[in-house]
C-alpha cells in the first residue's frame, strides 16, 4: 500500500491520485500547508505500514496552527481563518469565533513580522529528510512539478494529472 498526501493538487477531483493505478491511501486535503502534510503523514505512517509514500508538497507562505482542542488549521495569506470549533479543553466559554479572531490577528502579524522563506525553505528541507527516514519509499514532489495545462481555478487539468501519474508510475515503479 502507497501513502499519498498533499494540497488541493492531490486531493481534489481529476487529480493526479485518480489515475494512480497502485493501490494506494491518499489523505491529502484541499488548503493544506506544509506543516499540515508533514504532521499528517506522520501520523499516518505511524498508523501503518506503507512500501512507499508520495508527498506533494505546497509553497511554503501555508502555515498550520493547532488550537488547543488539536485541531489543525491551514493558514493562507489571502484567505479566511475556516471555521474553529470552541475551547473545550482550557475555557469553555471560549468560542469558535473567537478563535478565529485570534488566529486572523495572528495570521496578520505572522504574515507582517515573522514570515521568512528562507526558513520555510528549511523547515521543509527537515520534514522531508524525517519523512524520508520514516518511510524507506518516500517520494517528494512539489506542486510546481506537476507541469503541464491548468483549468480555471489554477489546478492541473485531468489530461496533466494523467502525465503525472504517468510520470511517477514510469520513473518509481517501473511500470
Not at 43 to 61: A, H, P
Not at 145 to 162: F, L, M, N, Q, R
Request: aromatic fraction near 12%.
Amino acid at each position: 500500500m502507497i501513502l499519498i498526501n498533499g494540497c488541493s493538487f492531490t486531493a481534489l477531483q481529476n487529480q493526479w491520485p485518480e489515475y494512480f493505478p497502485l493501490e494506494h491511501n491518499n489523505i491529502a486535503q484541499g488548503g493544506s500547508s506544509n506543516d499540515y502534510i508533514f504532521f499528517t503523514t506522520m501520523k499516518e505512517l505511524q498508523k501503518r505500514d506503507y512500501t512507499s509514500c508520495i508527498v506533494v508538497w505546497r509553497f511554503t507562505t501555508r502555515i498550520m496552527m493547532t488550537t488547543a482542542n488539536n485541531q489543525l488549521v491551514n493558514i493562507l495569506p489571502s484567505t479566511p481563518i475556516p471555521q474553529c470549533n470552541g475551547d473545550d479543553y482550557l475555557d469553555k466559554d471560549i468560542s469558535g469565533t473567537e478563535i478565529e479572531q485570534a488566529l486572523e490577528r495572528f495570521k496578520r502579524d505572522y504574515y507582517l513580522f515573522f514570515h521568512n522563506e528562507e526558513l520555510q525553505q528549511e523547515k521543509l528541507q527537515a520534514y522531508q529528510h524525517a519523512i524520508s527516514s520514516a518511510c524507506k519509499n518516500a517520494i517528494h514532489f512539489t506542486v510546481d512539478d506537476i507541469v503541464g495545462a491548468k483549468d480555471s481555478t489554477g489546478h492541473p487539468t485531468a489530461e496533466t494529472s494523467k502525465k503525472f501519474a504517468n510520470h511517477i508510475m514510469e520513473k518509481y515503479f517501473n511500470e
